[in-house]
């Protein structure tokens, strides 16, 4: 055989956008606009279809995307709130479709555990956060506030507007905020040759760890 059939062409390897900012903001969207009903300023389900597709469907999305990058953080945090948001929206269309019957399940108690549980997997996930940056171990923490106080509220029988759903209400307003800004950091720091936002260093870095490994590549936001 000649040899010039056995030479293959290099293929350079292929690049992706970093998902981040579209998680972040999927993530912040949603969170603001369910929050707002739970405040009792924005009408209720109008996050619903929001939970399918932005905050489900296109954050889900970002976390496949950052395992191709490689980026276990992120992907892991993107992909289980996308399906966080996938499976309220399924659990509340189940409740609406008359298939949960509030007579035989206490839907109130059991959203308080959904919460609970989801309340555990943020925990670790906020120490975890103390190797990304400042902006996103922000998210974490007001979410970690939030989930906790929303759950309380579930339990306890408040309404939207008063009492711990209240305070949920405004703590995820908050989160939605500071999710926003991480993510409009990450996109303004993509589209600069130095980062313009400031998003902060890690919080926990050991001696002896240098920065690549306290902020891993493509961390959500990466600058």
């Not at 496949?64 to 992120?74: P, S, V």
Request: charged share 10%; net charge neutral.
């Amino acid at each position: 055989m000649p040899e010039h059939d056995t030479v293959r062409p290099t293929v350079a390897p292929v690049s992706i956008a970093d998902p981040g900012p579209l998680g972040l903001a999927g993530f912040a969207l949603t969170t603001f606009v369910l929050s707002g009903h739970n405040a009792n300023f924005i009408p209720d389900l109008t996050w619903l279809s929001l939970a399918l597709f932005y905050g489900g469907l296109a954050q889900f999305c970002a976390g496949m995307w950052e395992f191709r990058r490689g980026n276990t953080f992120a992907s892991t945090a993107f992909s289980t709130y996308g399906a966080f948001w996938l499976s309220l929206a399924g659990f509340i269309l189940l409740v609406l479709f008359g298939k949960i019957d509030p007579k035989v399940i206490n839907i109130n108690n059991a959203a308080g555990w959904f919460l609970f549980a989801f309340f555990i997997f943020n925990t670790y996930m906020l120490i975890a956060s103390t190797r990304v940056n400042v902006a996103v171990f922000g998210v974490f923490l007001t979410l970690e506030l939030t989930e906790i106080v929303d759950a309380i509220a579930f339990w306890s029988g408040s309404t939207p507007g008063q009492g711990w759903f209240l305070l949920g209400g405004w703590l995820g307003i908050i989160t939605a905020a500071v999710a926003w800004y991480a993510s409009a950091a990450g996109v303004i720091n993509s589209l600069t040759a130095r980062p313009m936002a400031w998003v902060g260093t890690a919080l926990w870095n050991p001696a002896g760890v240098g920065a690549a490994a306290a902020s891993p590549a493509g961390a959500l936001p990466r600058r």
